[in-house]
């Protein structure tokens, strides 16, 4: 049964940077494009980057230039690397599959940017 354990988040001041890891137990990422998805309180769960198994990474407009999202297949590990955080971008931060399988959501991790 595949897991993804989501780590990396923590407190940080606006305008600073994490970087979010997202490990695999099984090798899905050779096969599947994987994304980060991240839930506020209060609101809906929302897609902020996709990397495809091959391609462009995609990314929500919120983000876009300030998060980057990366793969490294060998250790079935996925990324997000966040600068430029702002106290909008307080949320959950969960990986998934491309489309997102209900049975891999995780704990995710929390990211908390203070202003």
């Known amino acids: 049964q595949v897991q993804l354990v989501e780590s990396g988040g923590g407190l940080v001041q606006a305008g600073g940077s994490l970087r979010l890891s997202c490990a695999a137990s099984g090798d899905i990422f050779s096969i599947n494009a994987m994304g980060w998805f991240r839930q506020s309180p209060g609101k809906q769960r929302e897609l902020v980057a996709v990397i495809p198994s091959g391609g462009s990474t995609r990314y929500a407009d919120s983000v876009k230039g300030r998060f980057t999202i990366s793969r490294d297949n060998a250790k079935n590990t996925v990324y997000l690397q966040m600068n430029s955080l702002n106290p909008e971008d307080t949320a959950v931060y969960y990986c998934?599959?491309?489309?997102?399988?209900?049975?891999?959501w995780g704990q995710g991790t929390q990211v908390t940017v203070s202003s």
């Open positions: 998934n599959t491309i489309p997102p399988d209900w049975d891999y």
